[in-house]
């Protein structure tokens, strides 16, 4: 069912090695281009013809009534509501600590730089639809953006034939618990379209953030420039670093959990440990037969994207998953806290036997948009700094400005730039 990889003995760099999904965001983005430039073009009447086509919902009107999103809170299961409002407020407390605050630093007397905090204007906020159903992702984008103080945000999510052709009903309520009354449904590289052009009721967006399938991932690589990304997300992955302590039904359920996503989802076990590998090989098989969704489960963990991977220690283990940089990395180890420190490319860490990628999900307070494909080496997750910016408010007076000038004028020339020293001798040479 799950591949097996022997690495030990092996030495250099692992990553052509290890299992990974196979995607071409580029050819993929070429195909959502004339998607992208009819949306351009003709704006709302291109979404509703693109809806059609590949969702199969003829839209009267791409912005979701405010009477449906309240309608939807008001039919929620009380249990479920009682979760994301829970989710909701575990997620605020954590990125509330993420807030910056302005920073002036005086560099001499009389000249000072001060790094302002601006958040993005307006933003737009994707939440998947498909096989699953992802409320929590409303939450883990709006929260962030919320917190940062981004003054107009958007969600949008694929509209639902068995519900009228509106997103589905528990996304709404999640809208509504969070204040959220803008929302549409148009899904796919047209959504993102949307909101890097701008289409009837929606208004362009600064920026676009949220996971999606590969055309959503093409079409932010495509609009990069016209419109500011959070990241390509590809498909979800694991990577669980564990060795002969850990206890093989919860590696095995971890496993499970990620590979329900997709077919093309990562499962992938780093182990030196044979004996752990096949435990958890025994306890794959039981579970996957066990759960709802095994035959997607069954086919993501026999993909090229999942395996087992064997190494000969902890610490070429730990080599091996900083090489392969996982959307979700967990540590189920002795001493897992002293090994999860030591791990430098993953996009969240889950340390011990009861830290499960399942609760960074839903309720741990973290946030689940992730870095995919290796991009935990250089890129981090959702936050409340996606939404700001950083701007430099430079203030100096005339003493400090002569002060540094023959350095500005000496620079300058240097660079074959001479009017940029003028412009400072124009200052500081008057009488």
Same mark, same amino acid.
């Given at each position: 069912?799950?591949?097996?990889?022997?690495?030990?003995?092996?030495?250099?760099?692992?990553?052509?090695?290890?299992?990974?999904?196979?995607?071409?965001?580029?050819?993929?983005?070429?195909?959502?281009?004339?998607?992208?430039?009819?949306?351009?073009?003709?704006?709302?009447?291109?979404?509703?013809?693109?809806?059609?086509?590949?969702?199969?919902?003829?839209?009267?009107?791409?912005?979701?009534?405010?009477?449906?999103?309240?309608?939807?809170?008001?039919?929620?299961?009380?249990?479920?509501?009682?979760?994301?409002?829970?989710?909701?407020?575990?997620?605020?407390?954590?990125?509330?600590?993420?807030?910056?605050?302005?920073?002036?630093?005086? !560099?001499?007397?009389?000249?000072?730089?001060?790094?302002?905090?601006?958040?993005?204007?307006?933003?737009?906020?994707?939440?998947?639809?498909?096989?699953?159903?992802?409320?929590?992702?409303?939450?883990?984008?709006?929260?962030?953006?919320?917190?940062?103080?981004?003054?107009?945000?958007?969600?949008?999510?694929?509209?639902?034939?068995?519900?009228?052709?509106?997103?589905?009903?528990?996304?709404?309520?999640?809208?509504?618990?969070?204040?959220? %009354?803008? !929302?549409?449904?148009?899904?796919?590289?047209?959504?993102?379209?949307?909101?890097?052009?701008?289409?009837?009721?929606?208004?362009?967006?600064?920026?676009?953030?949220?996971?999606?399938?590969?055309?959503?991932?093409?079409?932010?690589?495509?609009?990069?420039?016209?419109?500011?990304?959070?990241?390509?997300?590809?498909?979800?992955?694991?990577?669980?670093?564990?060795?002969?302590?850990?206890?093989?039904?919860?590696?095995?359920?971890?496993?499970?959990?990620?590979?329900?996503?997709?077919?093309?989802?990562?499962?992938?076990?780093?182990?030196?440990?044979?004996?752990?590998?096949?435990?958890?090989?025994?306890?794959?098989?039981?579970?996957?037969?066990?759960?709802?969704?095994?035959?997607?489960?069954?086919?993501?963990?026999?993909?090229?994207?999942?395996?087992?991977?064997?190494?000969?220690?902890?610490?070429?283990?730990?080599?091996?998953?900083?090489?392969?940089?996982?959307?979700?990395?967990?540590?189920?180890?002795?001493?897992?806290?002293?090994?999860?420190?030591?791990?430098?490319?993953?996009?969240?860490?889950?340390?011990?036997?009861?830290?499960?990628?399942?609760?960074?999900?839903?309720?741990?307070?973290?946030?689940?948009?992730?870095?995919?494909?290796?991009?935990?080496?250089?890129?981090?997750?959702?936050?409340?700094?996606?939404?700001?910016?950083?701007?430099?408010?430079?203030?100096? %007076?005339?003493?400090?400005?002569?002060?540094?000038?023959?350095?500005?004028?000496?620079?300058?020339?240097?660079?074959?730039?001479?009017?940029?020293?003028?412009?400072?001798?124009?200052?500081?040479?008057?009488?």
């Amino acid at each position: 069912m799950i591949s097996r990889i022997d690495l030990r003995g092996t030495q250099g760099d692992p990553r052509q090695a290890l299992p990974r999904a196979e995607l071409d965001v580029a050819a993929a983005a070429e195909r959502v281009r004339p998607l992208c430039e009819d949306v351009r073009h003709r704006g709302v009447e291109a979404l509703v013809e693109l809806t059609e086509r590949f969702d199969g919902v003829r839209l009267t009107d791409i912005r979701v009534p405010k009477d449906a999103i309240e309608a939807a809170l008001d039919g929620l299961d009380p249990a479920v509501r009682a979760a994301l409002e829970e989710s909701i407020r575990r997620a605020r407390a954590v990125h509330r600590d993420q807030r910056r605050t302005d920073h002036t630093t005086r !560099v001499v007397p009389g000249g000072t730089v001060t790094e302002k905090w601006i958040p993005v204007d307006r933003v737009g906020l994707y939440v998947p639809g498909g096989r699953a159903v992802y409320p929590s992702s409303v939450v883990m984008n709006v929260v962030p953006a919320q917190e940062a103080g981004v003054r107009s945000l958007a969600v949008t999510s694929p509209p639902q034939s068995a519900f009228g052709g509106l997103p589905h009903p528990t996304i709404l309520a999640a809208c509504a618990l969070l204040g959220v %009354d803008e !929302v549409y449904a148009v899904g796919g590289a047209q959504a993102v379209a949307m909101f890097a052009y701008g289409a009837g009721p929606c208004e362009r967006a600064d920026m676009v953030t949220g996971p999606g399938n590969i055309w959503v991932a093409a079409a932010k690589r495509l609009l990069k420039g016209v419109i500011g990304i959070d990241a390509e997300a590809g498909p979800t992955e694991i990577a669980i670093l564990a060795d002969a302590t850990a206890d093989p039904d919860y590696v095995a359920a971890d496993l499970v959990s990620q590979a329900e996503h997709d077919i093309v989802a990562a499962s992938v076990l780093v182990t030196p440990d044979e004996a752990l590998a096949e435990a958890v090989t025994d306890r794959l098989a039981v579970r996957v037969a066990a759960t709802k969704h095994g035959d997607r489960v069954r086919e993501a963990l026999s993909g090229p994207q999942s395996g087992i991977v064997l190494v000969d220690d902890l610490d070429h283990g730990l080599a091996v998953v900083n090489a392969y940089a996982a959307e979700h990395l967990e540590v189920m180890t002795a001493d897992a806290a002293a090994w999860a420190a030591r791990v430098r490319n993953a996009g969240a860490i889950f340390v011990g036997d009861f830290s499960p990628v399942s609760l960074g999900d839903y309720a741990a307070g973290s946030n689940h948009v992730l870095p995919t494909g290796g991009c935990a080496c250089h890129s981090g997750g959702l936050s409340v700094q996606t939404f700001l910016r950083g701007v430099h408010v430079v203030e100096y %007076d005339r003493e400090a400005l002569t002060d540094v000038a023959h350095h500005v004028i000496a620079l300058a020339n240097a660079e074959d730039l001479p009017a940029h020293g003028e412009a400072v001798a124009a200052r500081t040479e008057q009488a």
